[in-house]
């Protein structure tokens, strides 16, 4: 094996093949003190020949032509066919002109015609010899080297000639286009490969569309450079698959897209069944409440005609209709402003603080004079971030809640002022009523939570939620303090205005 | 020509709210004859003079029209659109007595130029309140428009 012979390092090792012992030791001598540390091997025949090419390690060989048991022709071929790389140098004074063509032609390295003074032109001429062969065998090793990397990377690289074919390309490049062998090449269409970019575009890789030779379109990420190969011009190429990653893009795209599409749908069906709430809450109102009417009206009508005539536990009956039907449509008022506290959308907007307790206050008015209430206002100078009827109603209930829950014979006492917190206003509501146990506080603001019977306190128990929805749906809080017996500090925290501004 | 011996039309298909309106208008000491029709198309033949209502001595055309919106057949707001279209009875007043507070209704009825939008209230005494401010605002200061005579297929 060329292997066996060819040494890389350590000391030079040179075979001399001469049958004549005074040349040998001659050529020895000159060698040894040009190349101190040279190692000589002495072939004298051909079995000495056979042993050399079979067992030793050396790095040259340096022959005669004439010798008894062969020539130099056939020493040098017998050399090539085994180490085709492996030096050889003719140093004879018996060849001839045709003699050293043949053997140039047949791969010798050096030609020296042998004589007295030629002896010293040895030396030089093995450490040439030498020198380029290490070279040839350090290109032939990177060459190797380079192409089992090229052979097996996984990215195709081509060099083409620019605008026509591609002229050399690693199996890589094969492999993706589906091709057995560099020839196949020609009867695809690869123009995009041979066409270099304009320059400014060239060091950037760009993504392009191939088709294989089945057919498939595959994706790459083509980079294009100029080259040489002397004075032609060429493209070199680096083409890597990137057709995995694209469909990874694409089927995430694609998800995305049919993931707006699922959205908009559920949107759209939800709008559906919010319209649908909408109009049941549009028949609730109409068609709950007109029977409510007509309950009302007639049994007020017997009333006020008949009343009179008839027996007080009638007359009792009658009240009692009018009241049960009176508090229902209190009721289905309560649910419809519930329900659409928790759907409408709220216009969002500074609202005058004290302009809407002063509107909630005067609706209310009735009631407080009924129940022979007392009123303190203080500091309410401030805009918040609400909606004018949710507000409203928030109030109403709110108010209509302290109002309400007093003990028998106690004239109700209310006090709200208002306090900036960070960057919203809390608005407290101060009464004199039974106040609420502390376990119970946590549930008071959930829709028909009672505490009290309805003889004792009457209530829909939807009037404190309505408070709370209002209150969140308008991006604040609610909040009760209470000491049973002693009254309640209720609360509702909404944004300033001046903030929103900002 | 005096309101109070005017024909009032009322639109309504439900029959507690016609017999709770009567009785509010009676106790409102209304002197007006008052029609009364079920539903939209039964309120715009009255009007047209059509067929069973074509006899005008025994169905006057109205000086005011009391309209239910949410009625059978044609809705309160088209009998409007279709009164308002016609020259003999553009002028004719209407008060839409309804329990819609629908902002869209509201907003749609005066569009259509009705002259009045009330909403029924619940409480009894609250109707009763309502049917005689409608009674005196039409009896005590409203001059009522003058209708060039009734439609032609009424037949003068």
Redesign the interface.
Known sequence: MAEAANKVNGPLRLAIIDDNEDDRALATRQLERALPGVQILVVTNAEELEQLLDNDRFDLVITDFQLRWSDGLAVLRGVKARYPDLPVIMFTNTGNEEIAVEAMKAGLDDYIVKSRRSFAHLPPAVQAAHARAEARRRAARLETRLQTLLNRLNVGVYQAAPGGEVLEANPALLRLLGVATPAALAGLDLGVLTTLPPVGEQSESREVQLHRADGRPIWVALSQTPGHTGETARVDGLVEDITARRQAQESLAALNATLELRVRERTAQLEAVSADLEAYAAMAAHDLREPLRAIQGFAAAVLEDDGAQLRPRSRLYLERTLNVAHDMDALVGDLLEYSRLGRATLLLQPVELAAAVNAALSELQPLLVARGALVQINNLEADVIAERRALQQVLLNLIRNAVTYVAPGTAPRLHLWAERQDHRMRLWLADNGIGIASEDQGRVFEIFTRLHGEETYPGTGVGLAIVRRGVERMGGRVGVESTPGRGSRFWIALPLAETYIQ | MSFATQTVLLVED?Q??V??LQ?AMRRAQWTNPVQVVEHGDAAIAYLAGDAPYDNRARYPLPGLVLLDL?LPRRSGLEVLAWLRAQPALRCLPVVVLT????HRDVSQAYQLGVNSYLV?P????D?QALITLVSSYWNANELPPILPGPPSSAGT
């Not at chain 2, 329990?99 to 629908?102: A, I, M």
């Not at chain 2, 619940?122 to 005494?125: R, S, T, Y």
Request: a positive charge; charged letters at 35%.
């Open positions: 439900n507690n709210d017999l709770l009785r949410k329990s819609s507070k629908e029924k619940g409480a009894p005494q109707l």
